[in-house]
């Protein structure tokens, strides 16, 4: 059964529980440093407010430790959501309660109210079956639009759906799944995947499930160095996973088996420490007291030609230490070449997705998903506890009637 989404259900006048991702990075002084995610939220919040919907919206922030803190309060997101929508937004002092459920029945039409942060609570890590019932007081139906969260399963998440009279994701969640989805099924072919960033063992599932599906399979980033110490090549100092030598071995041979192009970097850019102001040195084969900090011009190039060939394409990880301008220029041209390839390209990952804003190229790629973890496991084909809970909600309600 399709995954419900605000566009199919009758939301007119609704009250609506919507849990989004207002986790945002702020400075010292709280100030918002990257309002993005809030920005992500828009569609759907205006989409409600369209519909006179009471809008009682909730989200975690940061790691509190199950209590009140005012360094991780909503409050900076609310007063940011407020001049985005250029209208009123009620920020609530708890989240749950019965003060806040007064607040969310006294909104006009098309309302908008932020609740406290949902980790004040310890009910909300531990899926607690009393602080979820709390949670759906709230509202009557349930609009899921946090991606980045989906694979959390918190009270808010996957608890909360259940208990309300009905539930749907929003357009971001819609959003990131279609494209997603668009990867993994029936792909435009060829189907080339990049993978970099830091290790072979966090990237694993992703790495076997792209395995099943494509055509090319390019690997940067310090993972490679795992790879390339499986084919016998000097790795010098370079971050290898020992334990996950033998893997990346039986990686290659499995690429070999189905036809897959596996490319690793042919040059690179060392240096002896791992510093930004460290002499660096660009060379086809690495020596001792030397390590790979990113992919050499010749891997560059010959990785943009692959990609420009892509009908989809799919990356994940950055090619080097791109946050160093010396091991950044892998990344750049990876980003160019995603950017002006002309097949469906996705970005996943949060450095990844951080790296191509910060070439200024992330509008030029068909979507750079809000969510790291979350996205990763999606292509790993784990069945999110958010899309889980939803999906068997309406499939609970369709038996009982079906969608209102
Ligand atoms: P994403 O968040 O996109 O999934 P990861 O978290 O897996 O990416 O990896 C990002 C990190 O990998 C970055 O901090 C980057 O500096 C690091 N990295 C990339 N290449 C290397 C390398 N050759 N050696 C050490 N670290 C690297
Ligand atoms: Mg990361």
Known sequence: ????????????????????????????????????????????????????????????????KDAPDPRFSLEPAAARLAELLDGEVVLAHDTVGEHVE?????????????????????????????????????????????????????????????????????????????????????????????????????????????????????????????????????????????DRVLLARRIAERCAERGIRLLLPVDHVVAQDLKADAENRIVETIEDGWMGLDIGPATSEAWAAEIQGAGTLFWNGPAGVFEMEAFSSGTRAVAQAVASCPGYTVVGGGDSAAAIAAFGLADKVDHVSTGGGASLEFVQGVDLPGIKAIREKGQASSRSGGPR
Do not use: W
């Open 1 to 64: 059964m399709a995954l419900p989404n605000v566009t199919d259900l009758d939301l007119n006048e609704a009250r609506v529980l919507l849990r989004v991702d207002f986790n945002v990075p702020v400075d010292a002084a709280g100030a918002i440093t990257d309002d993005n995610r809030i920005r992500a939220a828009l569609p759907t919040i205006r989409y409600l407010q369209e519909r006179r919907c009471k809008i009682v919206i909730c989200s975690h922030m940061g790691r509190p």
């Open 102 to 242: 007064q607040l969310a029945l006294d909104l006009p039409p098309g309302g908008v109210m932020v609740v406290e942060n949902l980790r004040f609570h310890p009910g909300e890590k531990s899926n607690s079956p009393e602080f979820a019932a709390a949670l759906a007081r709230l509202g009557t139906v349930f609009v899921n639009d946090a991606f980045g969260a989906m694979h959390r399963a918190d009270a808010s998440i996957a608890g909360v759906p259940a208990l309300m009279d009905r539930a749907c994701v929003g357009l971001l969640v819609k959003a990131e799944v279609e494209a997603l989805s668009k990867v993994m099924e029936q792909p435009s072919r060829p189907l080339v995947a990049i993978l970099g960033g830091a290790k072979v063992s966090d990237k694993i599932g992703v790495i076997e499930s792209l395995l099943r599906r494509c055509d090319a399979l390019l690997i940067g980033g310090a993972m490679a160095y795992t790879f390339l110490k499986a084919k016998g090549q000097p790795v010098g100092s370079s971050r290898v996973e020992e």
